[in-house]
C-alpha cells in the first residue's frame, strides 16, 4: 500500500511469574551488603552524574508526586544511565525496544511507531511536561539520541491526568541531565561499531562560580555511519547545554538547551514489494530497500527550557517549567508499487516526492505541590494548569512524469532524480491547543493504606488545513478522573489498584477526509510490587484491561482524497487484557540486572477477533551484568536476551490481500568491560548474536528485516 504521512492470564501462569519475583526479592536483601551500597549511593549523589544501579529511587511521571515505584498505583519502568551505558543504548529506539512491555515498528527508515498493550505510544514529555509527538509520526522520535537523558521512564496504561489527551498505551519521560555537579567533572567516550559506524560523546560539567551556586553542564554527541540496509548511510550532531544556578537558598532556575541534527542518506519511504504478480513470495535479501541513491530525510530537533523551582518553610514547592521546541524535515523520498512479473521484473509504479515540514510548539505548566494535615494525619497535595500551542506546516515540490522502473527484480538504486519543481506548495496546516487543570492527593488513610485521587479537565482544539481534503476544525473539552488504592503489605511489599479514564481525540481520518471522534474509555490495572534494599531492587506484577470506543482501524484499499494516505474506520467495543511482570536493580552489589515478561491481548467484537495481529503478544527482556569477584574485579560481563512471540500480518498481493507470518524470535546480546585503572574502560556489546533474520511487520503492508548481528567496542574516559 501507499506509505502512510489474548485472553485473561491465566491465575497458575501468574502464581508462577510472582513466585519467581518473591524469593529474588528476599535474595537480594540477603546478598546485598548495606554499608557498601549505601557508600555508593551517597558518592552519586555528590556527583550527580553516574547511576549505578537499574533501580531508580522515585518518579513523578505518573501523578506528579514524586513516589517511590512501589507507591505508583501504575505499572512503570525506568531505564537507568546506567543500563543505557551497559546496553550501549544510544537512540530512543534502542531504550524503548528493551523496555518492558514495549515493541516497534516502522513505516520506513525515518518513521518509527512503539505501542504498548495494543496500541500506539502517543504521549511523551521532557521532565514531566507533555510534548508533542515526532515529526515524522505521531509517536516518539526514534532517532533522538539518549547522550542527554539522565534516564527515561514508561508509565504504561492510561496516563490522562498528566498528558491530557492521549492512548492508553504509555507515556514515554525523558528526564534531562541537570548541572548538579559542584566539582569538575568530564567523560569522553568513543565507539566503532559494525557498518564502519564511528561515535564520540563529551559530558562535562562544572561550577561557574567560586561558591558553586551557579553550575554548568554541556554535552556534544556525534555519530556516523553506514547500515546493512542497501545505500543507507546517517549522521548525526548533538548539544545540549544547561545552567543551574541558586537564587537562594530555597529556589533554583535551570535554563537548558538541546540540538540534534540527523542526515540520512538512502532513506526509503514506505516499504517495498514482497509478493510477485503471481502472489508468490520473493525471497529479497536482508539489506534489500526500494530506496534510490538520491534520497535523503533531514531533521532538526531545538528545544529550549526554563525550570524554576521554590521551596517553601511549611514544605511545599512551587514549580513553572515553560520550553519551546522547533523541528524542521527536509526531505527528497521515493517508493515503488506494484507486483513485479517473475521472469521480467516488469509492472512496477514510481511515486516521489520532495518536501520540506516545520513543528513548533510553546509548553507551560506551572503546579504547586505538598503537605498537608488532616483527620490527624499527614497527606499530600499537587495542584497544577499547564498549556500547549503547537502547529505543523508542510510544502511539497510538484514533479513531471516519472520514467518506468524497469527490471525491478535488479533494483539497484540508480535511478534519475526528478524534475521537481523550485517552487513549494502548502501540503498542510495543522494547529492544535490544548489546556487543561489537574489536582491529586496522595491520602493517608490508615499506616498500611493510601489513596491517590485525580482529575484532570482538558480542552482539546485542532484546525487543519489540507491541500487535498479541505479544512477541518474539531474541539473537544473532557474531564478525567483518576484513582488508585495501595495497601502495604509489609515493609517489603504492597498491593495495588487503580482506575483512570481515556480522552484521546485523534488524527486518522475517513475516506472522505473527516476526523474521526475522540477515543473514550477506561483503563484498570491492580497488581503487586515489592520494593527490596532500600530501593535499590523493584519488583512489579500488574494485571490489566482497557476498554475503548472509536479506535482507528486501517479501512482496507481505502484512502484519503490524495490518493496516497490510509483511510479508517471507528471500531467500538475494543477490549485489551494483560499482564507485566518486571524485576530491575541490584541483586548485589556487583550484580544488576532486568527482567520484563509482558502479554496483552485486543479484541474488538465487530469482527469477534483479534485486532492489530501484527503486534508481538508476548515480549521477554531480560538483561544483566556481573563484576568478577576478587583479582578479576576489574571486568564486567553481561548478556542478555529479548524474545517475542509469533504475529502476522495481512500484506498487500495481486489478488488482494495477503497473509504473512513471522515466527517467534529470540534475539541473544552480550557485553564485557574492562576498566583499566581507576579513570578508563574498555567496552565490547554485541547484538543478535544468532543472526536471527526476521521480518518487523506493521498493519500497513509496510515491512522489512531487521539487523543481522552487530558489535560496538567503545572506550570511556573520566577525567576528574
Not at 555528590?46 to 513523578?60: C, D, I, L, M, N
Not at 560539567?205 to 555511519?225: I, K, T
Not at 481534503?469 to 495495588?496: M, N, Q, R
Not at 469477534?608 to 503486534?615: E, K, M, Q, V
Request: include cysteine; proline fraction near 5%; glycine fraction near 10%.
Amino acid at each position: 500500500m501507499f506509505p502512510t504521512h489474548s485472553h485473561r492470564p491465566r491465575p497458575a501462569l501468574l502464581a508462577v511469574c510472582l513466585s519467581a519475583a518473591l524469593p529474588l526479592g528476599a535474595f537480594a536483601q540477603s546478598a546485598a551488603t548495606t554499608p557498601d551500597a549505601a557508600t555508593t549511593l551517597d558518592a552519586v549523589a555528590v556527583k550527580g552524574q553516574r547511576a549505578p544501579t537499574y533501580a531508580a529511587e522515585q518518579s513523578s511521571a505518573a501523578t506528579r508526586l514524586s513516589l517511590t515505584p512501589q507507591d505508583t498505583p501504575q505499572s512503570i519502568s525506568i531505564v537507568t544511565e546506567q543500563r543505557i551505558e551497559d546496553q550501549n543504548l544510544t537512540n530512543v529506539r534502542e531504550v524503548l525496544d528493551n523496555t518492558t512491555g514495549v515493541s516497534s515498528s516502522a513505516y520506513d527508515t525515518e518513521r518509527v511507531v512503539f505501542y504498548a498493550r495494543g496500541f500506539q505510544i502517543e504521549n511523551m514529555a521532557y521532565d514531566g511536561v507533555p510534548i508533542a509527538a515526532g515529526l515524522n509520526s505521531s509517536s516518539a522520535d526514534g532517532s533522538l539520541d539518549t547522550a542527554i537523558y539522565e534516564r527515561v521512564e514508561v508509565v504504561r496504561g492510561a496516563t490522562g491526568l498528566m498528558s491530557g489527551a492521549g492512548s492508553p498505551s504509555a507515556m514515554i519521560n525523558f528526564v534531562r541531565k541537570r548541572a548538579d555537579s559542584r566539582t569538575l567533572q568530564a567523560d569522553a567516550y568513543l565507539s566503532y561499531g559494525s557498518w564502519d559506524t564511528r561515535r564520540g560523546t563529551f559530558d562535562i560539567s562544572a561550577p561557574l562560580n567560586a561558591s558553586g551556586s551557579v553550575r554548568g553542564r554541556v554535552v556534544a554527541a556525534y555519530e556516523d555511519g553506514d547500515s546493512y540496509l542497501d545505500r543507507y548511510s546517517t549522521k548525526k550532531s548533538v548539544f545540549y547545554g544547561v545552567v543551574d544556578a541558586d537564587l537562594g537558598t530555597d529556589t533554583v532556575l535551570s535554563l537548558g538547551f538541546d540540538y540534534q541534527r540527523t542526515t540520512p542518506k538512502g532513506v526509503t519511504w514506505g516499504s517495498y514489494p514482497v509478493f510477485d504478480d503471481t502472489g508468490g513470495f520473493i525471497e529479497w535479501p536482508r539489506g534489500f530497500t526500494s530506496a534510490a541513491d538520491w534520497t535523503y530525510w533531514d531533521n532538526t530537533t531545538r528545544t529550549a527550557f526554563a525550570d524554576l523551582k521554590h521551596n517553601f518553610d511549611n514544605g511545599w514547592q512551587l514549580r513553572v517549567m515553560a520550553s519551546r521546541r522547533e523541528t524542521d524535515g527536509d526531505d527528497a523520498l521515493f517508493y515503488v508499487y506494484g507486483f513485479p512479473n517473475r521472469e521480467t521484473g516488469e509492472g512496477i509504479t514510481p511515486y516521489a516526492y520532495r518536501g520540506t515540514d516545520a513543528g513548533r510548539q510553546n509548553l507551560l505548566d506551572v503546579y504547586a505541590s505538598g503537605p498537608f494535615q488532616a483527620w490527624g494525619r499527614e497527606h499530600e497535595l499537587v495542584v497544577g494548569v499547564s498549556g500547549s500551542h503547537y502547529t505543523q506546516d508542510s510544502w511539497e515540490r510538484e514533479h513531471g512524469d516519472l520514467p518506468d522502473v524497469g527490471d525491478f527484480l535488479q533494483w539497484n538504486g540508480r535511478y534519475p532524480y526528478p524534475d521537481f519543481a523550485v517552487d513549494k506548495t502548502p501540503y498542510s496546516a495543522t494547529h492544535t491547543d490544548q489546556g487543561g487543570i489537574y489536582a491529586a492527593t496522595r491520602l493517608s488513610l490508615a499506616d498500611p493504606l493510601k489513596l491517590v485521587l485525580g482529575a484532570r479537565y482538558s480542552r482539546w482544539k485542532n484546525d487543519t488545513n489540507d491541500s487535498t481534503s479541505g479544512v477541518y476544525h474539531h474541539e473537544h473539552t473532557k474531564t478525567v478522573p483518576y484513582a488508585g488504592l495501595i495497601y502495604d503489605i509489609d515493609d517489603t511489599y504492597s498491593a495495588f489498584a487503580s482506575y483512570t479514564q481515556i480522552f484521546d481525540p485523534q488524527g486518522n481520518r475517513r475516506a472522505d477526509g473527516s476526523f474521526l471522534d475522540p477515543v473514550l474509555g477506561s483503563s484498570r490495572e491492580v497488581g503487586i510490587k515489592g520494593r527490596h534494599v532500600d530501593g535499590a531492587l523493584n519488583t512489579s506484577l500488574t494485571l490489566f484491561e482497557t476498554r475503548q470506543d472509536n479506535v482507528a482501524e486501517a479501512a482496507v484499499g481505502e484512502y484519503l482524497p490524495d490518493g496516497r494516505t490510509q483511510a479508517y474506520d471507528a471500531v467500538n467495543g475494543t477490549t485489551s487484557r494483560g499482564y507485566e511482570l518486571e524485576v530491575s536493580g541490584d541483586m548485589s552489589e556487583s550484580w544488576n540486572g532486568t527482567f520484563g515478561w509482558s502479554h496483552f491481548n485486543v479484541k474488538a467484537p465487530r469482527n469477534g477477533g483479534a485486532l492489530r495481529t501484527a503486534l508481538p503478544r508476548t515480549l521477554i527482556r531480560l538483561f544483566t551484568t556481573y563484576r568478577l569477584p576478587g583479582a578479576w574485579n576489574r571486568l564486567t560481563i553481561g548478556g542478555g536476551a529479548n524474545w517475542q512471540s509469533a504475529s502476522h500480518a495481512q500484506v498487500d498481493g495481486p489478488s488482494g490481500p495477503q497473509r504473512l507470518d513471522q515466527s517467534s524470535v529470540m534475539l541473544l546480546g552480550a557485553m564485557a568491560r574492562y576498566a583499566i585503572g581507576k579513570q578508563a574502560s574498555v567496552q565490547v556489546n554485541a547484538d543478535n548474536l544468532l543472526n536471527r533474520k526476521y521480518f518487523v511487520l506493521d498493519e500497513f503492508s509496510n515491512l522489512y528485516y531487521a539487523p543481522p548481528s552487530s558489535f560496538t567496542v567503545s572506550f570511556n574516559y573520566k577525567f576528574f
